[in-house]
Structures are given as structure tokens and as C-alpha cells.
Nanobody
Framework: QVQLMESGGGLVQAGGSLRLSCAASGNIFLVNHMGWYRQAPGKQREAVATISNSGNTNYADSVKGRFTISRDNAKKTVDLQMNSLKSEDTAVYYC??????????????WGQGTQVTVSS
């Protein structure tokens, strides 16, 4: 099993920045891809950004140019730097991980989620 623990959520004004962090523990050999997902009230959970062990990244169109995902394989952490935040970024953000993460292969492991609220 893999455990994921998020931190860094909170309340920020539109245009501001937040940094989310996620630490993985347990059977790390089961993790190649890591990423961040979010779920806003009344909406489906969506992928925000993913990153592979080798550093290949993918971003949702809505966050390109504003969010940056990074990981430290030695520390087993993945971060999400969020800049120029908008009210529509308000959601619960989940750290996710798995051997593979793709459109056809959802993450196997999930964190408990952290709330991000952007006030306009």
C-alpha cells in the first residue's frame, strides 16, 4: 500500500499563490506517476497535473501557464505551485499516485484532500 499526505491548502485572494505539497510513504516501488486532481462542488473530479518518475508532465488546459508540478524522488514528494489563482480554482485538491496515470488508467492511490478556496 501507498499512503499520501497533502498539506498547504487554504484561503487566498484571486491573483494570489499557494503551494501544495504531498508526501508519499509505504510501498513506494508501486509509484511511478504522481499527480494532483481537484473536485469542485457539484462537479466531477478532474486531473490538474501529473508527473512521471522521469519528470514528464501533463497539465489541464485550464491551469497551463499558471500551475507547476514538481517532484523530488529522493524525498518522495510532489508539489503543486499555483499562481494567478482564480475563483474557479476553488476545489478540494487531491494528491494521487500509481504505477501509471493516464486518461484510461486512473490513479490507484489517493490522499485525503486539502481545500483550496480563492476569493474574488
Amino acid at each position: 500500500q501507498v499512503q499520501l499526505m497533502e498539506s498547504g491548502g487554504g484561503l487566498v485572494q484571486a491573483g494570489g499563490s499557494l503551494r501544495l505539497s504531498c508526501a508519499a510513504s509505504g510501498n513506494i516501488f508501486l509509484v511511478n506517476h504522481m499527480g494532483w486532481y481537484r473536485q469542485a462542488p457539484g462537479k466531477q473530479r478532474e486531473a490538474v497535473a501529473t508527473i512521471s518518475n522521469s519528470g514528464n508532465t501533463n497539465y489541464a488546459d485550464s491551469v497551463k501557464g499558471r500551475f507547476t508540478i514538481s517532484r523530488d524522488n529522493a524525498k518522495k514528494t510532489v508539489d503543486l505551485q499555483m499562481n494567478s489563482l482564480k475563483s474557479e480554482d476553488t476545489a478540494v485538491y487531491y494528491c494521487a499516485a500509481g504505477l501509471i496515470i493516464s486518461q484510461s488508467t486512473p490513479p490507484r492511490y489517493w490522499g485525503q484532500g486539502t481545500q483550496v478556496t480563492v476569493s474574488s
